[in-house]
């Protein structure tokens, strides 16, 4: 197996200059009170297509041949890493189908449009979105951009880590914890290496909705494991059955564990990013703060650092969750 190093996260990141935003490093002391320690908030929802999902996308995508551009790209997502690959692709000159659930946001459907992206609606209970985009790739003749499990995509993510670890110092910030919302992994993977490289004291968690554990599951068992049945998710970004392979490569034996939120948790983060950040964060993107928030961080005196992975969100979803 191939597994990324962070010789391959400073790659991404020079690749990424002038295309990726170095999103802000921001601290508020409402939250700093509230929680009892410093807490630095990395605004990945301000990253270009509103998610990091922008960083791995590119980094893949931007290597591709002359002829593999004219043959477009495809991938699968519930809405990030869909944005993300329409912004890529269209930055290239590539086309992009990306194979979508139909529950999805619609906010996220029309952000791939407005990217000039095709997309191919599925039913997520029913059918499989890895089967749709390999025999639509296979038909084509285009790359298939995974969302998460890419040497690539991996690297590109860490992008965040690095920048975050070279803010906090800025800052005068020892990060004594990062939290980071985990789906199959990608972007916790990423930024564990940076942290590892630039940050070693660091420990790294992953954040899940708490009827979407498989991360956390996977880490106690030492094995990649699914979660159990549960209801949907208003953290559609979070919804992966299962640890990607390489990511779980990375993490299994690195990270410091898995945290959890729940739905009250996360709206309650949705609310607080709103009325005390003034950012629009969507509830995956929110799982760090709500973690943070809901007390599940280890004790400590050092600071902790949250990723804010991302802020597309259903506007009426949005709407009922800052009003409480």
């Known amino acids: 197996m191939n597994v990324p190093a962070f010789a391959d996260v400073e790659d991404a990141a020079a690749r990424l200059a002038g295309r990726a935003v170095v999103t802000p490093v921001l601290e508020n002391a409402t939250l700093n009170e509230r929680v009892g320690r410093r807490v630095l908030l990395k605004a990945e929802c301000l990253q270009v297509s509103g998610s990091f999902k922008f960083r791995g996308a590119y980094n893949r995508i931007s290597r591709l041949s002359e002829d593999e551009r004219r043959r477009g790209v495809v991938a699968y997502s519930s809405g990030n890493h869909a944005q993300g690959v329409a912004a890529a692709a269209k930055l290239v000159g590539a086309p992009a189908l990306i194979v979508m659930p139909s529950d999805a946001p619609a906010v996220k459907v029309e952000g791939v449009r407005a990217f000039g992206g095709e997309v191919r609606l599925y039913d997520r209970w029913t059918e499989s979105r890895e089967a749709i985009g390999a025999e639509i790739a296979a038909q084509r003749g285009s790359v298939l951009v995974p969302p ?53 004291a660091t420990r790294v968690f992953c954040v899940e909705p708490h009827e979407f554990n498989d991360y956390q599951l996977s880490l106690a068992a030492g094995e990649r494991v699914t979660h159990g049945p549960g209801q949907p998710s208003m953290c559609d970004a979070l919804m ?8 779980f490569a990375v993490n299994r034996d690195t990270l410091a564990g898995g945290l959890t939120a729940t739905e009250a948790e996360v709206s309650e983060a949705v609310r607080f990013a709103f009325r005390h950040l003034k950012l629009v964060v969507e509830p995956g993107g929110a799982a760090g703060l709500a973690a943070l928030l809901a007390g599940r961080v280890p004790a400590g005196a050092g600071a902790v650092g949250v990723v804010l992975s991302g802020g597309n969100v259903d506007p009426a979803l949005y709407a009922r969750l800052i009003q409480g």
């Open 148 to 200: 998460f499990d890419d040497v690539f995509v991996i690297a590109g993510q860490g992008t965040t880590g690095l920048e975050f670890a070279r803010q906090a110092q800025a800052a005068g910030a020892g990060l004594e914890a990062v939290l980071v919302p985990a789906s199959g992994g990608g972007l916790v993977a990423g930024v564990n290496l940076a942290m590892q490289a630039l940050s070693p």
């Open 240 to 247: 992966s059955p299962m640890p990607g392979e390489i990511t």
